[in-house]
T-cell receptor
Framework: NAGVTQTPKFRVLKTGQSMTLLCAQD?????MYWYRQDPGMGLRLIHY???????AKGEVPDGYNVSRLKKQNFLLGLESAAPSQTSVYFC?????????????FGPGTRLTVT | AQKITQTQPGMFVQEKEAVTLDCTYD???????LFWYKQPSSGEMIFLIY??????QNATEGRYSLNFQKARKSANLVISASQLGDSAMYFC???????????FGKGTRLSVIA
């Protein structure tokens, strides 16, 4: 089992360019999340999904869009990248019931916007 | 709303000694979980230990133990017999609450000195 994977691992964008980050999981978890991590700020929630076809805003949703067309995939889109979106992005998943709420993390995507 | 506070931005500990990383939390929920994650310099998020709010005994996992004091709303991580490989960022988290995921603190950077 691969667990939680993220594509790509690294990316450099120019201001105004767009891109999509892919999170894929093979654990059959219902819940999926996108976080960004900036120095001294910890992990901040961007968007999350409680199931296929559903999405919700987190703490810092502006400038991002998400989609959950398939249960195993959660896409994070940047329509017009800005230098303030330079960050490390983490995807995480958790099961709906029967667990402690522990989140399983992907390896992260390091994004630089110039 | 749930909130996690980690007041130690950085800590140093001598190899083979024990160290305590502080975590306080705030919540109005009766049922919740407390988690600690480790993030080494390689960047991945590694789950260490979990404590449920109704668990009467403190959680332990190998060299990690969670000192849970419910009345004080604290969930400190104790690492015994520190090793050089313990040098990393450590994040305290709590949740989940309904559909919303874990809330993370800003982290403590631990440096183990030989």
């Amino acid at each position: 089992n691969a667990g939680v994977t993220q594509t790509p691992k690294f990316r450099v964008l120019k201001t105004g360019q767009s891109m999509t980050l892919l999170c894929a999981q093979d654990m059959n978890h219902e819940y999926m999340y996108w976080y960004r991590q900036d120095p001294g700020m910890g992990l901040r929630l961007i968007h999350y999904s409680v199931g296929e076809g559903t999405t919700a805003k987190g703490e810092v949703p502006d400038g991002y869009n998400v989609s959950r067309l398939k249960k195993q995939n959660f896409l994070l889109g940047l329509e017009s990248a800005a230098p303030s979106q330079t960050s490390v992005y983490f995807c995480a998943t958790t099961m709906l019931e029967g667990g402690s709420g522990e989140q399983y993390f992907g390896p992260g995507t390091r994004l630089t916007v110039t | 709303a749930q909130k996690i506070t980690q007041t130690q931005p950085g800590m140093f500990v001598q190899e083979k000694e024990a160290v305590t990383l502080d975590c306080t939390y705030d919540t109005s929920d009766q049922s919740y979980g407390l988690f600690w994650y480790k993030q080494p310099s390689s960047g991945e998020m590694i789950f260490l230990i979990y404590q449920g709010s109704y668990d009467e005994q403190n959680a332990t996992e190998g060299r990690y133990s969670l000192n849970f004091q419910k009345a004080r709303k604290s969930a400190n991580l104790v690492i015994s017999a520190s090793q050089l490989g313990d040098s990393a960022m450590y994040f305290c988290a709590m949740g989940p609450s309904g559909n919303t995921p874990l809330v993370f603190g800003k982290g403590t950077r631990l440096s183990v000195i030989a």
